[in-house]
């Protein structure tokens, strides 16, 4: 395979992932996704939710088999250290299985016309000059050179990010996931997320309901942070509304992870190349939602990567409208996420402190970390309020 070329060559077949090679080949493009694992899916690193499905599938053009959802989430609240809980907001989100998710996705991709190509790694890119040409790949003791019009990065370990030289905000936390069966008394359709810098500093630690008595835990740290997932996760299942909800559950699933932090990348793209996802800080910083994102990002991505290579233009000036169509429409959200992290940063620095933003501005908070648009003014105030 050392001679072959693919219109466009996606690396990572995550949800960016497989929408980018999906909208690229819909778009006219020869497409490979190249994927590092020999399961797609398989580990999931992920709390599983996402925007419920009518507000992206009509978007992307498709619906997914409904196996792939477990459990419709309806409310979200925080919960204080004392076992405080902040009024639920109502917000319209769905628990997705990733194994599954991620899997009818990729098929998605094929049924357009996409290749994948698993267990194998993208070790570098190949380059031209200053333009990203290819990749090369490693399958098992055999390196292998792959060419390209354009690459598409979507990839959480930016690999692709640093052989073609691009940078960005980079500030990752580490997550510590875990499935329980057995957890008795939440309410199936309520998202708890737990906040204390004990367990928690500068992060969350989100209580997903996967149904009536399943559910997700999470909880996150900073990189280079003194504290230890595992002391973490310690202290959190101390907290008495965790203690009441999972005192006699078990976890059927342990798993973990690392996500992106420091904002948006503001030039996720080069010549011949550009990231989509992750591998661009595509989130929300402020709940640490990522998939909706990524998949957006993804159908931007693919269709302006086929529409350059058609064009023989794949220069970063041409490969820009995809940072732009991102930017006009998700991409909005990105920059006041971003600033609503930074106001939780602020509210969660003392168990007291974050007693009396549930008590005071319970709602507010809520929102803050739920839509982020809307409730800025109200909790920076509030913070001004407390210092002086």
């Given at each position: 395979m050392a001679d072959t070329k693919y219109d466009v060559v996606v690396v990572g077949c995550g949800p960016a992932?497989?929408?980018?090679?999906?909208?690229?080949?819909?778009?006219?493009?020869?497409?490979?996704?190249?994927?590092?694992?020999?399961?797609?899916?398989?580990?999931?690193?992920?709390?599983?939710?996402?925007?419920?499905?009518?507000?992206w599938e009509e978007r992307l053009g498709f619906k997914l088999n409904p196996s792939v959802y477990s459990q419709r989430i309806t409310k979200f609240t925080i919960v204080a250290p004392s076992g405080e809980m902040a009024p639920p907001l109502e917000n319209d989100c769905i628990m997705?299985?990733?194994?599954?998710?991620?899997?009818?996705?990729?098929?998605?991709?094929?049924?357009?016309?996409?290749?994948?190509?698993?267990?194998?790694?993208?070790?570098?890119?190949?380059?031209?000059g200053d333009a990203?040409?290819?990749?090369?790949?490693?399958?098992?003791?055999?390196?292998?050179?792959?060419?390209?019009?354009?690459?598409?990065?979507?990839?959480?370990n930016n690999i692709v990010a640093q052989a073609a030289g691009i940078q960005g905000p980079y500030n990752p936390s580490h997550w510590l996931v875990k499935e329980f069966?057995?957890?008795?008394?939440?309410?199936?359709?309520?998202c708890y997320t737990y906040m204390s810098p004990r367990f928690a500093p500068e992060l969350h630690a989100p209580h997903m309901p996967k149904g009536p008595d399943t559910a997700n835990l999470s909880v996150g740290i900073p990189q280079g942070h003194d504290l230890t997932l595992t002391d973490a996760y310690d202290e959190l299942m101390k907290h008495p509304t965790v203690k009441e909800f999972f005192g006699d559950a078990s976890p059927v699933r342990i798993s973990g992870g690392?996500?992106?932090?420091?904002?948006?990348?503001?030039?996720?793209?080069?010549?011949?190349?550009?990231?989509?996802?992750?591998?661009?800080?595509?989130?929300?910083?402020?709940?640490?939602?990522?998939?909706?994102?990524a998949m957006m990002a993804g159908h931007f991505g693919g269709e302006v990567a086929a529409k350059a290579v058609q064009q023989g233009d794949t220069s970063e000036a041409v490969l820009a409208a995809y940072h732009e169509k991102y930017l006009s429409t998700i991409g909005k959200t990105n920059a006041i996420q971003h600033e609503a992290k930074e106001?939780?940063?602020?509210?969660?620095?003392?168990?007291?402190?974050?007693?009396?933003?549930?008590?005071?501005?319970?709602?507010?908070?809520?929102?803050l970390y739920t839509y982020a648009r809307g409730y800025t003014d109200v909790v920076r105030d509030w913070l001004e309020e407390q210092k002086a």
């Open positions: 992932g497989s929408m980018a090679g999906r909208s690229a080949v819909l778009n006219g493009a020869s497409v490979l996704i190249i994927e590092k694992k020999s399961a797609i899916g398989i580990p999931n690193h992920c709390n599983e939710c996402i925007a419920a499905p009518h507000l997705v299985e990733r194994n599954i998710f991620d899997r009818a996705l990729a098929e998605e991709a094929v049924r357009a016309g996409a290749r994948i190509m698993l267990n194998t790694r993208v070790v570098d890119v190949v380059k031209e990203v040409t290819g990749v090369m790949v490693q399958r098992g003791d055999v390196k292998e050179k792959i060419g390209a019009g354009v690459v598409i990065g979507c990839d959480a069966a057995g957890v008795k008394g939440q309410d199936p359709e309520t690392t996500a992106p932090g420091g904002g948006l990348w503001q030039k996720p793209y080069g010549n011949g190349v550009m990231l989509a996802g992750d591998a661009a800080g595509q989130m929300w910083e402020a709940n640490g939602g990522g998939i909706n994102p106001l939780l940063d602020r509210a969660i620095v003392s168990d007291e402190l974050i007693e009396r933003a549930v008590t005071e501005i319970g709602k507010e908070l809520v929102g």
